[in-house]
């Protein structure tokens, strides 16, 4: 891990991927008031559940279906105990299914692909399995 530098104390860096190349482009950002500092990468994924948008939405959460969306602070164990990530999860309602597009940003870079992999097969898959258990 690479600790920021004094003179990066008051930045916070964000790294950008250009999808046609496998090259990192390092930016730094105004400042955010929590957290601490290391470069990171925004996510999206999307994936398909055979089931309503309210059906999918009680299983994130049990309050009213307002806006087809929840966004919320997460944090894996093994991040730094001070840095969250901001994920988005929205409900779209597909003929007969509902898309789930994910959109998280603030992923530490070496936790990119850990990231990826705990999403799919620890919540899409293991929601799938739910959905699909006789009522």
């Known amino acids: 891990m690479i600790l920021p530098t004094k003179a990066m104390a ?11 190349e496998n090259t990192l482009q390092v930016q730094a950002s105004s400042p955010v008031a929590l957290g601490v500092r290391i470069p990171t990468v925004a996510l999206h994924m999307m994936e ?7 059906q999918l ?8 279906l307002t806006n087809k969306k929840i966004v919320m602070k997460w944090r894996c164990r093994n991040w730094p105990e ?14 007969g299914q509902t898309e789930l597009q994910l959109d998280c940003k603030g992923v530490p870079v070496c936790k990119e692909e850990n990231m990826k992999f705990c999403w799919q097969k620890q919540h899409f898959e293991e929601i799938k399995g739910l959905l699909q258990l006789p009522p």
Do not use: G
Not at 82 to 90: I, R, S
């Open 10 to 20: 008051t930045q916070e860096l964000t790294v950008k991927r250009k999808p046609s």
């Open 48 to 54: 398909l559940f055979d089931t309503t948008v309210e």
């Open 57 to 64: 939405y009680s299983i994130f959460t049990v309050k009213d």
């Open 82 to 95: 001070e840095h969250y990530a901001t994920v988005a999860l929205n409900f779209v309602p597909t003929l």
